[in-house]
């Protein structure tokens, strides 16, 4: 480049850059002229109506709330576990208090879903109304999003008297999602209790309310069940794992044993502190297929009666559970069992996602199951499982979930559809009126690469960059309103193969993650791509706080990109 043309150009993107901050204001939409920098709330709330001044937090600041509403208990522990230990300051209940009051208030008759608050931020005063502690918890995460990032310090922070400052606004906000999901596949890698309280409490943080934990696999069973201990004695542990991406040509291995699972002690505890954080987990047990794991300990429950091997490496298997004999059933019925005394979650999901019909095809028993039953093929055995499965939780009270490929056959009768090979399976299930909850690869695999695959860790491929993600619609243009109804929400999946341990869970979860929750909360007409990157920008540092290992992407890149 000569140098004339170096000086040219130079003054010519001068004048650009100039031109840019006259119309840049222009450009943008009106809700940014918010200065959202001082609000880094995400999901973006329904309604914010900016105010003058700020609420100092001070160890004088007290509570207030009705100790005779139980309900509101949980959320003033959590205030105190979260904001008592960077401030110093104990927030003692007082209802006598006029002033540097924080009150927290519960109306029967507040309008809105499950969820919706109310928050009215003021110099000398702050009001919390809601009409359920899950919104009191929401509008105390909104605070916690307001505070300086130092809040998230799990140790007394030095700071000035006049550090822990909240901008007075005025915010009603609510979901429009009833499901706001976040999953994480346990089964590939385990990951220790510490880290799935975390995981938990950041889903929490975005107001996310549903945590799916994928816990059986090909790969590995990772939960204990007390009638069949092999489960996790065998089922829990393979000899060594694959090194590198499944798709080499040359198989390498590590010669490393590798294994893990959570007792029902574990459980026990991760189920409470997610219940503390208005989160419902809901547990996956995976059948017929990716069970693996589950016929190494049992080989019984198998077509061919084994010996199997917990997998090594990553795909999807030939060797699934025998749909033909009762002793399947059996089984299935009792570990589901275990599963509901440890988890109050209304909805079991069973998976139900890629299962070879080779084994079913081969097995005499399977088709003796094909001919008594008058089904017509494998499919139709596939959706039989399920049918028998459905029943069976369906008189404890609870409801199916299952991957998109449950409606293979016919749909068991209540059964809720995953949609995640595409947004048909959702759409499909809607119309025969069954909720739905999306998760298409498309836009919810966290798994995929978030930027050039030449400057990322390896990963399973794909690409889904924050942007599209934000860009997520989860009801299909195809729907009625009607149909529409159906659609409950939509869910941001973490599978696991490639993701070796947690600090990579976190990289490729957030802050995709963050815009998930954006567009399972924000009203649609409120989304706004830019205003989500200003507020992202002071979100990250709570995260950073937090020492959440979030992908740092060049903002650039991620507003530039371009994806289809
Ligand atoms: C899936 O990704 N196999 C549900
Ligand atoms: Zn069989």
Redesign the pocket.
Same mark, same amino acid.
């Given at each position: 480049m000569s140098p004339k043309f170096f000086s040219a150009s130079k003054s010519f993107f001068f004048y650009l850059i100039i031109l840019g901050i006259f119309l840049w204001p222009s450009c943008r939409p009106k809700e940014a002229k918010i200065p959202e920098a001082r609000y880094p709330i995400i999901p973006q709330p329904t309604q914010l109506t900016p105010q003058e001044g700020e609420f100092t937090l001070s160890s004088t600041t007290a509570l207030k709330y009705s100790s005779a509403e139980s309900n509101v208990e949980p959320v003033i522990n959590f205030w105190r576990e979260r904001f008592t230990p960077p401030t110093g300051f104990v927030f003692p209940l007082n209802n006598d208090q006029e002033t540097n009051v924080i009150q927290f208030g519960l109306t029967a008759s507040f309008p809105g879903p499950e969820g919706s608050y109310k928050l009215v931020i003021e110099p000398k005063h702050i009001l919390i109304q809601a009409g359920s502690a899950r919104g009191l918890f929401y509008g105390v995460q909104t605070l916690r999003q307001l505070l300086p990032p130092a809040i998230e310090s799990r140790d007394k922070v030095e700071v000035e008297d006049s550090f822990w400052k909240i901008p007075c606004a005025i915010i009603e906000d609510s979901p429009r999602f009833k499901y706001r999901g976040l999953h994480l596949d346990v089964g590939r890698h385990f990951f220790p209790v510490q880290f799935i309280k975390k995981y938990i409490d950041l889903i929490a943080y975005l107001k996310l309310n549903y945590f799916h934990w994928h816990l059986t696999e090909d790969q590995g069973w990772r939960l204990e069940i007390k009638r069949y201990p092999l489960l996790t004695k065998t089922g829990a542990f393979r000899k060594q794992t694959l090194v590198g991406h499944a798709r080499q040509k040359l198989p390498v291995y590590d010669g490393i044993p590798y294994g893990g699972y959570y007792s029902q002690e574990d459980v026990h505890e991760i189920v409470a502190y997610a219940r503390q954080r208005f989160v419902t987990i809901i547990p996956e047990i995976e059948m017929p297929g990716h069970s693996l794991a589950a016929l190494a300990a049992y080989p019984h429950l198998g077509c061919t009666k084994g010996p199997y091997q917990v997998a090594q490496t990553w795909g999807v298997f030939e060797d699934v559970y025998c749909a033909g004999q009762e002793e399947t059933f059996e089984f299935l019925v009792n570990v589901l069992s275990e599963v509901i005394e440890l988890f109050p979650s209304e909805y079991i999901h069973i998976g139900g996602?890629?299962v070879p019909k080779k084994r079913w095809q081969e097995c005499p028993r399977c088709q003796q199951r094909i001919n008594e039953e008058g089904l017509k093929d494998e499919a139709e055995l596939q959706s039989y499982f399920i049918r028998r499965i459905e029943k069976f939780l369906h008189q404890k009270g609870r409801r199916l979930i299952g #991957?998109d490929e449950i409606l293979e056959g016919g749909l068991a009768p209540e059964a809720i559809v995953m949609s #995640?090979r595409g947004t048909e399976g959702g759409i499909e299930a809607a119309r025969q009126k069954h909720y739905v909850i999306m998760t298409p690869y498309s836009h919810c695999y966290f798994d995929y690469y978030q930027a050039d695959p030449r400057t990322q860790p390896l990963a399973i491929g794909g690409f889904l960059p924050l942007k599209k993600v934000y860009s997520f619609e989860p009801i299909p243009a195809e729907l009625t309103s009607e149909e529409a109804q159906y659609i409950l929400g939509a869910q941001g999946n973490v #599978?696991t193969e490639y993701l070796l341990n947690e600090k990579y869970v976190e990289y490729m979860a957030f802050p995709r993650a963050c815009a998930l929750a954006e567009v399972t909360w924000t009203p649609k007409e409120k989304k706004d791509w830019w205003g989500f990157l200003s507020r992202l920008s002071g979100f990250l540092r709570h995260l950073e706080a937090l020492d959440v290992n979030y992908f740092r992407g060049n903002v650039d890149e991620l507003i530039t990109q371009d994806f289809d």
């Open positions: 996602d890629e #991957w #995640w #599978w």
